[in-house]
C-alpha cells in the first residue's frame, strides 16, 4: 500500500469533514464567491498486488485448468448455451416402403364414397419432397399432402436441408447423397448439383458463420474471465497458439486456413479461410469473349488471395491478427509458434498492435523433432562420403532415442542453463567409451539415470559403455547438438508449451472437409465454422446453433446423438488424462513417419 495526497482548492467557507465527493461538490456550489479558499486532501489508499502473489494466482489458475482434459474444460468455459425446445415425435421422419404403407390403408374406407382400398400414389418430387396423393380406385385423388414442411419463410424442403446438413456434418457432398439416396432406392438424386450448391452457398455458409459468431463470442468472455482470474489487472494481453493448415500437402494446395486459438483455455477465437483460385474464372468464357460481360456481373469470385499456398500461414496471421482488437479487443501478443520464424517476422514488422511488441515461444514437440530430423540428415550427408549409420554409427533405434533423450532434457528443466546442461549432458552420455569417458555433465547421486554416476555414488565398478559409437560420428553428432542447445531456442522453451491444440483442431476440420475431396472456399468456410463449433462446445450446442441459423428446429433424435457423442468424447478425453499422469515416460518417441521442417506442409 502507498500514500498519496491530493491538494485541491475549492472555495467553501468552512469544510470540516470530507463524506462523499458529492457533498463536496455541493458545498463548493453553495458557497459565496468571497468565500476564502481552504485546502482539501483527499486521503488515496490503493491496493497493489505484488509480483510474487501475481504468478502464485496464475499459476493457481493454470492448475485448476490443466486438472480436467481439455475437452471438458472447452465445454465448461463455452457453456452448453440455449436448451432448444421440446422436439414433437410426430416430427421425426420415419422411412417406410410405399407398399407397407398402402397395405396398411388397404382396409381404410374413402371419406367420399366409404369404399375401402385407398392407395398413395407418388407425385410431383423436388428433391427428397415428395407430394402424397391419396387416391381412391372410384372417386379418384382424395386429398395431397407434401412428405416434408418447407422452411419457415422459405420454398426450401425441411428434409433436404436435413439430408445435405447430414451430408457436409461427415465431410461428403452431393454426390455422396446422390449415391447414398440412389441405393436406398428412394431418389435416383437426391439433389441436384445446382440446387445443392446453391444451398451451400445462400442457405448454410450464412448458417455456420452465425453459429460460429455465437460461439466466438462466448468463448472469448470465457477467455477474459480466466485471464481476470489469473490477473487482476489484465487489459488485452493474451497468449494465442498460432498455426496454418492447408487442404492438401506440398506447395500446391489452393485453400488454406489460419486459426488463434487462446493457449490456456484451447479455445478458438478466430479463423480464416484463404483461396488464390476460383474454379468459376478458369471454366468461365475468355475476357474477349461475347457473353463475358454478362457472365461476369452475375459470377461471384471465390478467390480471396494472390499469394502462393507457401505464403498462406503468414497472410492469414496478417489478418487475424489485425482484425484482433476491432473484434475481439484483445492482443495476441505472445504467439506459441511451431518453429517457422516467417509469420513472427512478418507480424513484427507489420507492427500490427504498434509499440507493443509480440513475444514468441516454441511449440516443444516441433523443437523434439527437429532433433530426429537432423540426425536423420546426417545419415543422409553421410551416405556421400564417411558413413554415419549401422553398426557403431546412427540407427534409427538410436535415433529415436537421442529424440526422446532431447526432449525429456527440456521438459525436465525450467532454466536455461540447466537445459542446456542436461543436453549437452545426452551428448558426452551417448558418445562416451571405456577409453574416453565423459560423464561430468550427469546428474550426480545413486538415483542418478547415468549408471556409471549411479556406480561412483555406490562405490561400485563402473560398467561397460553400451553405444560405442566412434569418434567420427561423434564429432558429427557435435554440431547439431550445439545448434539445439543454443540459449536462445532454449529460452522460447522454457515455457513447455505445446501446439496441441492447433493440431487437435486440424484433425477435426479434415474430418468434417477430407483432404481426398475437392472443395470450393464456401465448402471450405462451412466446414471449418462447423469445425470450430464443434471443438470449442461439443456436438449438442454446435448443432443447436447450427439449426438455428439455419431456421430449422432440431432434431430429437440428432440431439440425442449428438449428446452422446459429447459424453463419449469427454469420457475417452477423461480416461486419456488419468493414464497420461499414470504412465511412465517413455524411452522412445512415439513412431512418426514424416520428418519435421520449420514451415513445412
Known amino acids: 500500500e502507498s500514500e498519496r495526497f491530493v491538494q485541491a482548492q475549492s472555495s467553501a467557507d468552512d469544510v470540516n469533514a470530507l463524506p462523499s465527493t458529492s457533498s463536496v461538490a455541493s458545498s463548493v456550489e453553495d458557497a459565496p464567491s468571497t468565500s476564502i479558499n481552504r485546502t482539501v486532501q483527499v486521503h488515496l489508499q490503493p491496493n497493489f498486488v505484488s509480483p510474487e502473489a501475481s504468478r502464485e494466482c496464475a499459476a493457481a489458475v493454470q492448475e485448476s485448468l490443466s486438472s480436467v482434459s481439455a475437452t471438458e474444460r472447452k465445454m465448461q468455459l463455452t457453456g452448453e448455451g440455449e436448451k432448444p425446445a421440446s422436439v414433437k415425435p410426430s416430427e421425426e421422419y420415419l422411412v417406410v416402403q410405399i407398399a407397407a404403407l398402402n397395405a396398411l390403408l388397404s382396409e381404410t374406407p374413402c371419406q367420399k364414397c366409404l369404399r375401402p382400398g385407398i392407395t398413395v400414389v ?60 440412389s441405393v436406398m432406392n428412394v431418389s435416383h438424386r437426391g439433389l441436384h448439383q445446382k440446387t445443392f450448391q446453391g444451398h451451400l ?32 489487472t489484465f487489459t488485452k494481453n493474451v497468449t494465442v497458439v498460432y498455426d496454418g493448415t492447408w ?37 468461365g468464357p475468355e475476357q474477349d469473349s461475347e457473353g463475358y460481360s454478362q457472365w461476369r456481373q452475375s459470377h461471384e469470385c471465390l478467390k480471396n488471395t494472390e499469394v502462393k499456398s507457401g505464403r498462406m500461414e503468414v497472410e492469414a496471421a496478417l489478418m487475424l491478427f489485425g482484425r484482433s482488437l476491432a473484434k475481439n479487443d484483445l492482443h495476441y501478443t505472445n504467439i506459441v509458434c511451431d518453429g517457422d520464424s516467417r509469420t513472427f517476422l512478418a507480424l513484427s514488422e507489420d507492427a500490427t498492435y504498434g ?73 558426452d552420455h551417448v558418445t562416451s567409451t571405456n577409453e574416453e569417458p565423459h560423464h561430468e555433465l550427469c546428474p550426480p547421486g545413486p538415483m542418478s539415470w547415468c549408471r556409471h554416476r549411479a556406480a561412483e555414488a555406490q562405490g561400485e ?11 567420427h560420428v561423434a564429432a558429427a553428432l557435435l554440431p547439431v547438438y550445439q545448434r539445439l542447445s543454443e540459449p536462445q531456442l532454449l529460452d522460447r522453451c522454457k515455457g513447455k508449451k505445446t501446439q496441441n491444440a492447433a493440431e487437435s483442431l486440424h484433425s477435426v476440420i479434415w474430418s468434417v472437409l477430407p483432404k481426398d475431396e475437392h472443395a470450393s472456399l464456401v465448402a471450405a468456410e462451412t466446414a471449418v465454422s462447423e469445425a470450430i463449433c464443434r471443438f470449442n462446445c461439443g456436438s449438442f450446442r454446435a448443432y443447436t446453433e447450427f ?41 522412445c518417441v512415439e513412431k512418426d513417419t514424416e520428418d519435421y521442417n520449420p514451415g513445412a506442409f
Not at 427428397?128 to 424442403?157: H, Q, Y
Not at 453459429?211 to 485471464?227: K, T
Not at 494446395?253 to 486459426?259: A, D, L, N, P, R
Not at 432434431?555 to 477423461?574: I, P, Q
Request: net charge positive; aromatic share 6%; proline share 4%.
Open 122 to 181: 407418388q407425385g410431383t418430387r423436388l428433391g427428397l419432397a415428395v407430394k402424397m396423393i391419396l387416391t381412391c380406385s372410384k372417386c379418384g385423388a382424395v386429398a395431397n399432402e407434401w412428405s416434408s414442411p418447407r422452411k419457415e419463410d422459405s420454398r426450401a424442403f425441411e428434409v433436404n436441408l436435413r439430408s445435405m446438413q447430414a451430408m457436409k456434418s461427415v465431410g461428403k457432398g452431393s454426390t455422396a447423397l446422390t449415391d447414398f439416396w
Open 201 to 232: 452457398k445462400n442457405t448454410f455458409r450464412p448458417a455456420a458463420d452465425a453459429a460460429a459468431a455465437s460461439v466466438f463470442v462466448d468463448s472469448v468472455e470465457a477467455v477474459r474471465n480466466v485471464y481476470r482470474d489469473m490477473d487482476p
Open 247 to 283: 487442404m492438401t500437402r506440398g506447395h500446391t494446395s489452393h485453400i488454406g486456413v489460419g486459426t488463434v486459438i487462446e493457449y490456456y483455455t484451447g479455445l478458438v477465437l478466430d479463423s480464416v479461410v484463404l483461396s488464390n483460385l476460383c474454379h468459376g474464372c478458369a471454366l
Open 355 to 427: 509499440f507493443i511488441p509480440f513475444t514468441k515461444e516454441d511449440c516443444i514437440n516441433h523443437v523434439q523433432k527437429r532433433m530426429g530430423s537432423a540426425l536423420r540428415g546426417l545419415i543422409t550427408k553421410g551416405k556421400k562420403g564417411q558413413p554415419l549409420g549401422g553398426r557403431g554409427g546412427l540407427t534409427q533405434e538410436l535415433i529415436k532415442r537421442l529424440t526422446s533423450y532431447y526432449g525429456m532434457a527440456l521438459r525436465s528443466h525450467s532454466n536455461v542453463a540447466d537445459m542446456q546442461r542436461a543436453v549437452m549432458a545426452t551428448f
Open 461 to 471: 565398478p563402473q560398467p561397460a559403455h553400451k553405444y560405442r559409437l566412434t569418434s
Open 547 to 587: 439449426c438455428s441459423s439455419l431456421g430449422i428446429r432440431p432434431g430429437g433424435l440428432a440431439l440425442r446423438r449428438a449428446a452422446e457423442k459429447d459424453a463419449s468424447r469427454k469420457k475417452k478425453a477423461s480416461r486419456a488424462l488419468q493414464a497420461k499422469g499414470q504412465k511412465p515416460k517413455k524411452c
